[in-house]
């Protein structure tokens, strides 16, 4: 069954650094996205990305966060500068059409220090 | 008024119980509506769509009302295998169709 991967399961950064969080969506699928969740909170939507823009993004997501889809597998999220509150999990997930069911990949944990 | 708003719980059942979770949304031209299950440090994981007229997948039967703008889970025969937090999740009408999560009920299924 296809899934989505994401790398690395777990990031440990200096605050002020950057890092960029990998994922590989579902092949055939069109819509992307990313998400985070801080220890204890919900899940919330950070970015959505369709036809190689961004399609609708957060407050949080602000000039700090960047997405890029590089080649025809990879969705990037970047983040130019980390702060301490940025320490969370980070999942990716991707659907076949806006509608569709949306698969989450396994997430990276993101620890900064 | 929250946009997705669950009980977050925690419910500890006994094994065999039947248990119900519910959750109201604010948007009422949302669409989709989805129970994801979610264990600790763990990506959400589908459950099942949930449409207007009910559905049910083995123990589980999930219902809307949309004129209420509420969805309801319902889990019979409790296994530990349950323990988890479930997410009541609606998709924003807001052309991306991005996902709102609830806050998530925490389900505890004691032996």
């Known amino acids: 069954e296809p899934e989505v991967t994401q790398t690395p399961s777990h990031q440990v950064t200096q605050m002020g650094q950057e890092v960029i969080l990998r994922c590989v969506p579902i092949?055939?699928?069109?819509?992307f996205y990313w998400y985070r969740q801080i220890l204890g909170q919900k899940v919330e939507f950070l970015v959505s990305?369709?036809?190689?823009?961004?399609?609708?993004k957060s407050e949080i997501f602000d000039d700090q966060f960047s997405v890029e889809r590089p080649d025809g597998s990879n969705f990037t999220l970047k983040i130019r500068s980390t702060k301490l509150e940025d320490s969370a999990m980070y999942f990716c997930?991707?659907?076949?059409?806006?509608?569709?069911?949306?698969?989450f990949g396994p997430g990276t944990r993101l620890t900064v220090l | 008024r929250k946009e997705v708003e669950q009980d977050p719980g925690p419910f500890n059942v006994p094994e065999g119980a039947t248990v119900a979770f519910n959750c109201t949304y604010s948007?009422?031209?949302?669409?989709?509506f989805f129970w994801y299950r979610q264990d600790c440090r763990k990506e959400p994981k589908l459950l099942m769509s949930?449409?207007?007229s009910g559905n049910e997948d083995g123990r589980f039967t999930a219902q809307l009302n949309r004129a209420s703008q509420y969805i309801s889970l319902l889990i019979r025969d409790s296994k530990l295998s349950d323990s988890a937090t479930y997410l009541c999740?609606?998709?924003?009408?807001?052309?991306?169709?991005?996902?709102?999560f609830g806050t998530g009920t925490r389900l505890k299924v004691l032996a």
């Open positions: 999740v609606v998709n924003s009408p807001s052309g991306t169709y991005k996902y709102i």
């Open positions: 997930a991707s659907g076949g059409r806006h509608t569709d069911t949306q698969y």
């Open positions: 990305f369709y036809n190689n823009e961004i399609s609708e």
């Open positions: 948007n009422s031209a949302s669409q989709s």
């Open positions: 949930v449409y207007s």
């Open positions: 092949s055939n699928h069109l819509y």
